[in-house]
């Protein structure tokens, strides 16, 4: 399985249902949200772009009905399989198309045949987000809209990182293993060639607007929560922030014993008692090809 549907289907979670439960609810207000700013009309031909294991581009099927159609788009064909093998469960209807390729080629989508993109936490792996958009404008008909939600990950970094603050915890007391530990989660920060890093809202709302968007709307979302409690110091392990790195058990798997007790008795009982602060930020766009 590639790093992509690994990390969807068993790590994001940490395989600990407390946490899915909690996470699932919070994508499904998300979804909707997304959702409704592209409000689909029945018959619409939606295109799900970094589609995952389908958060969007299942709800979308509800929207498009009978007549309508949703292209299902990753560039992890093992997360189409798996949204694939779900409608093929009974899950869906037969609308649905699937497409692997990456969101900087749409080739195999004709110019202006599309009524709506959508799309949530894809753009910020990708290094060439203007040409996403530009894709994107393509493929839509005129009167089209785009209705998007990625997460700022700059804010968070900003907030914290001269404190060595990650996963809401602070890293300095650990010394040289807690910087080991750093150097595996994009620590020190890079904001310039981390495409994870090197942009924010504005930038985003600028690379839309040149790409030749109108009507664009941007809805901006921050947030800092203190005393995060983990359901468990194994969720803890398990789990890992996105895609491009491993989980801290991954991580931990190459330390010596003295460095294995070192760091679980410094962050288990940070972990158990819920001492983590979590910042965040997202934003959502809404914008029509004119
Ligand atoms: C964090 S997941 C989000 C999945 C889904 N949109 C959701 O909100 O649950 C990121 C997704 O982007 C996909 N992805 C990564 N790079 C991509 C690219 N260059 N083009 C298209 N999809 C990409 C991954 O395979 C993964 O499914």
């Given at each position: 399985m590639d790093k992509w549907a690994d990390w969807l289907l068993h790590k994001r979670f940490g395989s600990d249902p407390a946490i899915a439960r909690d996470n699932l609810a919070r994508l499904a207000m998300i979804r909707d949200r997304i959702l409704s700013l592209a409000a689909i009309n029945e018959g619409e031909t939606v295109v799900d772009i970094g589609t995952g294991d389908g958060l969007l581009g299942f709800a979308a099927l509800d929207h498009v009905g009978e007549e309508g159609t949703v292209v299902f788009s990753d560039i992890s064909q093992d997360a189409l399989d798996f949204c694939e093998g779900f409608l093929s469960e009974?899950?869906?209807?037969?609308?649905a198309r699937f497409l692997c390729t990456?969101?900087?080629?749409?080739?195999?989508i004709p110019s202006g045949s599309v009524d709506v993109v959508v799309g949530r936490a894809?753009?910020?792996?990708?290094?060439h987000k203007e040409q996403c958009f530009r894709e994107y404008f393509r493929i839509l008909r005129p009167g089209g809209r785009l209705a998007i939600c990625e997460p700022i990950n700059r804010f968070a970094a900003e907030m914290t990182a001269s404190k060595k603050i990650f996963f809401g915890f602070d890293?300095?007391?650990?010394?040289s293993l807690g910087d080991r530990i750093l150097?595996?989660?994009?620590?020190?920060?890079?904001?310039?060639?981390?495409p994870m890093l090197n942009f924010d809202e504005r930038d985003m709302l600028g690379m839309i607007r040149s790409a030749g968007f109108r009507e664009i709307t941007m809805q901006y979302e921050a947030s800092m929560r203190d005393n995060l409690k983990w359901p468990s110091w194994q969720a803890f392990l398990k789990?890992?922030?996105?895609?491009t790195v491993p989980s801290l058990a991954e991580v931990a798997a190459g330390f010596t014993p003295e460095e294995a007790q070192q760091f679980e008795a410094y962050f288990r009982p940070l972990v158990e008692h819920g001492t983590a602060v979590q910042s965040y930020a997202e934003v959502y766009f809404r914008a029509e090809k004119r």
């Open positions: 009974g899950l869906g209807n037969g609308n990456s969101a900087e080629d749409l080739s195999a894809v753009l910020l792996y990708i290094a890293f300095t007391p650990l010394g150097s595996q989660f994009h620590f020190p920060p890079d904001y310039t060639n981390d789990s890992a922030p996105n895609p």
